[in-house]
C-alpha cells in the first residue's frame, strides 16, 4: 500500500508558529453575545484584521520567506496577488533585507496596493480576465532570478496560514466546527491540518462567496475545477480554480463548503462595523455571512470563525455598506 506524504503537517504548522513568534502578531479573540443568539452557538471570532498588513496573510509570506538562503534573499522576491498576499510580501521582504516585484490586477483595490507600495515593492500590472498572472509571474522571476512566493501552492504559505488557527484553539480550546474563508484554499489547507491534527473531529467549514464556488464544485467532483473568473466583491476569493496543493489538503480535511451571496457578506461587513465594531473586508467577512444567514447548516456549541483581514479603503466600504437603497 502506498501513502503519499502530506504538503504540509501538524508540525509544520507548529514550526511555523514558532519561526513566527515576536514578528506576526498573536491576533484577538472577539465574543459577542449578539451574534451567539444570532447563530445559536458560542462564536468565537479570530480576528486577522488586526495582524500586521491587515491580514492572515503576513504568516504565510513571512514563513516561506524567512526559509529562503541568503543567497536568495540577495536577488529578491516575486509574488502575485489581488492585494493581501502582495502586501504581506512586500513586508517580509522589508523585514528580511531585500526587494520584492508584485504582479497585481490592474483592478486591485487603490489602497492594497498603495499599501504595497508603501512597504516598498514594485509593481506589474496584468489583467485579471485576460492574463494568466502565474505565468506572469513565472517569467519575470525567470528573468531576474528572484524567489518566487505564489499565495497558497506552498507547504510553508500553507503552514504559516495554517498558525492563525494553532493559536485559535491554544486559546480557547476544542471547537464543534471552524468556518474559514476559501480563495485558492491555503487558509483553509493550513487551518484545517491544525484544527483537524489537534481535534480530528472538529467541522471544518469553508466558506465561498455563490459566484465563485470553485472548490464547492471540485469538491463535489472529486477533482479540480475551473470556472471563469467570478464577478464579486470578495475580490480576494475571485479565483477561477484551486490549488493543486491546497486541494490535495483540502479534499481530505474539508467537511462542507457554504456559499454566500454578495448582499449577504454586505449586510455582515455592515453587522461586523455596527455591532462588534470591527472594520472587515468583504473576503473576511463571508464565514460571518454564512453564520448569519444560516448557511452552515445546523451548528455544534461552540464555534470558530477566521476573520482572515480588513484590508478595505473608506470610500469602497462606505459604497458597500452605506445606505441601501
Do not use: W
Request: charged share 25%.
Amino acid at each position: 500500500m502506498t501513502t503519499t506524504t502530506p504538503p504540509v503537517t501538524l508540525d509544520d504548522v507548529r514550526d511555523a508558529a514558532a519561526r513566527l513568534k515576536g514578528v506576526a502578531h498573536r491576533t484577538p479573540v472577539l465574543r459577542s453575545r449578539t451574534l451567539d443568539a444570532l447563530a445559536g452557538a458560542e462564536v468565537f471570532l479570530k480576528c486577522e484584521n488586526f495582524q500586521r498588513v491587515g491580514a492572515f496573510k503576513f504568516r504565510g509570506a513571512y514563513n516561506a520567506a524567512s526559509r529562503l538562503s541568503p543567497e536568495q534573499l540577495g536577488r529578491g522576491i516575486a509574488a502575485y496577488s489581488s492585494g493581501n498576499h502582495a502586501q504581506a510580501v512586500a513586508l517580509a521582504a522589508r523585514e528580511l533585507g531585500t526587494t520584492a516585484v508584485i504582479v497585481m490586477p490592474e483592478d486591485a483595490p487603490p489602497s492594497k496596493r498603495a499599501a504595497t507600495e508603501g512597504y516598498g515593492a514594485e509593481i506589474v500590472t496584468y489583467d485579471r480576465y485576460t492574463g494568466d498572472r502565474v505565468a506572469i509571474a513565472e517569467t519575470l522571476a525567470a528573468e531576474r532570478g528572484l524567489a518566487l512566493i505564489p499565495p497558497y501552492e506552498h507547504p510553508h504559505v500553507m503552514a504559516g496560514q495554517g498558525t492563525a488557527a494553532l493559536e485559535l484553539l491554544e486559546e480557547i480550546g476544542e471547537l464543534g466546527a471552524l468556518l474559514t474563508p476559501v480563495g485558492g484554499g491555503g487558509l483553509m489547507a493550513g487551518s484545517a491540518t491544525a484544527a483537524k491534527g489537534l481535534y480530528p473531529d472538529v467541522r471544518m467549514i469553508g466558506v465561498e462567496p455563490e459566484a465563485g464556488d470553485d472548490t464547492k464544485r471540485s469538491l463535489e467532483a472529486g477533482r479540480r475545477i475551473s470556472i471563469p473568473v467570478p464577478h464579486t466583491i470578495a475580490d480576494g476569493q475571485a479565483l477561477h480554480t484551486p490549488g493543486e496543493l491546497t486541494f490535495s489538503v483540502n479534499q481530505r480535511l474539508v467537511d462542507e463548503i457554504a456559499l454566500v451571496s454578495d448582499d449577504e457578506i454586505r449586510d455582515a461587513m455592515r453587522f461586523a462595523f455596527e455591532r462588534l465594531k470591527i472594520v472587515v473586508e468583504p473576503s473576511g467577512a463571508t464565514p460571518l455571512a454564512a453564520l448569519l444567514n444560516g448557511r452552515a447548516g445546523a451548528l455544534p456549541h461552540r464555534v470558530g470563525v477566521i476573520v482572515s483581514g480588513g484590508n478595505i479603503d473608506a470610500e469602497r466600504f462606505a459604497e458597500l455598506c452605506g445606505k441601501r437603497g
